[in-house]
């Protein structure tokens, strides 16, 4: 069993920034995918940007530039930093790990991006 915590949600203005953190714990295997996912209302949850334990990334094409993620192997840990938020980048983000053929994920954690 893996269990996913999220923090560093929360308010912030247009142009700011925020850094959300996810810890990972339990049976977690070497070679795993961690990554942060979002979802508005109405609307299916998508990929904001995931990292390999190689460290390969992928980005959705309207974070590129502006968000950056990294992880720390060794604490199970990834973390999302987000610049230049924008109100459309409003939205319950999901820490998710994959490892064989499951998906975990976390709580979320709340961002909301006043204009």
Known sequence: QVQLVESGGGLVQAGGSLRLSCAASGSIFRFNVMGWYRQTPGKQREL???????????????????????????????????????????????????QYDYEYWGQGTQVTVSS
Do not use: W
């Not at 992928?58 to 530039?65: F, H, I, P, T």
């Open 48 to 98: 904001v940007a995931t990292m390999t334990y190689g460290r390969s990334t992928n980005y959705a094409d309207s974070v590129k530039g502006r968000f950056t993620i990294s992880r720390d192997t060794a604490k199970n840990t990834v973390y999302l930093q987000m610049n230049s938020l924008k109100p459309e980048d409003t939205a319950v983000y999901y820490c998710s790990l994959h």
